[in-house]
């Protein structure tokens, strides 16, 4: 089987880091964007993620604007998109939610349910 990309939009760079790590030493691969604006580029310029991992408070465009503009392109339809955050601000969407600290296990196990390796 083939192995599909993990799109991570987190402006923490320690986060970022951390998350894109486990998941690459996990035979994930990823692509990483610092905000929303970034993410939105990414996915009209490159192929689709199997999964979007997002965070929702970020500078330059959130994650609630992200997820207004994402919904409003059909082209992105069908992109799985779970929250990261440590704010009760996930309570705006009704997305999965990861919350962090990130745990391994957890990080694993919802990414399992999305992406495939061989």
């Avoid at 610092?34 to 939105?40: I, K, M, P, S, T």
């Avoid at 929702?56 to 409003?72: A, D, N, T, W, Y």
């Amino acid at each position: 089987m083939t192995t599909r990309t993990v799109l991570l939009v987190e402006d923490d760079p320690d986060t970022l880091a951390s998350v894109a790590e486990s998941l690459e030493e996990s035979g994930y691969p990823t692509a990483r964007a610092a905000n929303g604006a970034e993410a939105l580029a990414m996915l009209r310029s490159s192929p689709l993620p199997a999964l979007i991992l997002l965070d929702l408070i970020m500078p330059v465009m959130g994650g609630l604007q992200f997820l207004e503009h994402f919904e409003k392109d059909p082209n992105l339809a069908g992109v799985p998109i779970v929250v990261l955050s440590a704010s009760g601000g996930h309570a705006a969407t009704s997305r999965p939610l990861i919350s962090k600290p990130v745990s391994l296990t957890t990080l694993l196990n919802v990414v399992e349910q999305y992406c495939t390796v061989h």
